[in-house]
């Protein structure tokens, strides 16, 4: 197959081109530094000649108001030019729970993303995955000072973006979903124990406070940004990835 990956130089789209490629596919990585352009479509029409499949992990450049505008233009832009150049499948990466939490701009856009898609021309795949390991770091630095980080105590549970990029590899290489498919990581953790488990593996002197009014997550209500009963679930547990030296 011919796979478009858009967004195909960044954590994710970077090791989905090479897992492909790995699999006898021409993975095609396309960005602004190969010269497409989502919001205005530039460079569009080039990068998805003789695909079969695209694949869509880009990402927003800020997380504010201004989010759902960057997903309904450019996915109006993709799904035209994929349209144009006859692709049979269009596949998203989204997030678990995102429409479950309307109190997040980020997360309203990203549902905003999946819909435009489900009305569009062309058979889809949605595959929502949980938090990442990676982005913990960040997570943590939201509400953090020299002593303390303040976290509420929001269920998560979080996978390996190698994880991930796996689950995103088989659904795009098969048939449209036309549909949605929820992958997490094996384990659900509070998320202020995520944290305390993240500062002593980094033998991080800092202490941890739960805080429900804390960073971004504390607006999330129950456990929706968990995997849920309908879930596939990772093997790579948070502890051996900590383990790991990441």
């Known amino acids: 197959m011919k796979i478009t990956v858009i967004g195909g130089t960044g954590l994710i789209g970077s090791q989905l ?96 993303q999946e819909d435009l898609l489900k009305q569009g021309p062309t058979p889809y795949s949605i595959v929502r995955a949980t938090q990442f390991f990676e982005f913990m770091d960040t997570v943590l630095s939201w509400t953090a000072d020299d002593r303390t980080v303040r976290l509420p105590s929001t269920p998560v549970q979080p996978m390996a973006a190698a994880d991930v990029v796996a689950a995103l590899a088989e659904v795009t290489t098969g048939a449209p979903l036309n549909g949605t498919v929820d992958v997490a990581g094996p384990d659900v953790f509070a998320l202020d124990e995520l944290g305390r488990l993240t500062l002593a593996a980094r033998q991080d002197p800092r202490t941890v406070v739960t805080d429900e009014h804390a960073g971004m997550f504390a607006v999330v209500e129950g456990d929706v940004l968990a995997g849920g009963p309908g879930a596939r679930l990772a093997a790579t547990s948070y502890k051996d990835w900590l383990g790991a030296g990441r």
């Open 17 to 112: 081109v090479s897992t492909l490629c790995a699999a006898g596919h021409e993975a095609v990585p396309a960005s602004p530094s190969s010269g497409v352009d989502l919001l205005t479509g530039s460079g569009l029409d080039q990068a998805l000649a003789g695909a079969d499949t695209v694949v869509n992990v880009s990402n927003s450049p800020t997380f504010d108001e201004a989010s759902p505008e960057f997903f309904r233009t450019t996915m109006g832009n993709l799904l035209a030019a994929g349209e144009r150049a006859g692709v049979g499948h269009q596949v998203i990466l989204s997030i678990v729970g995102v429409d479950q939490v309307p109190q997040l701009d980020y997360y309203r856009a990203k549902t905003l």
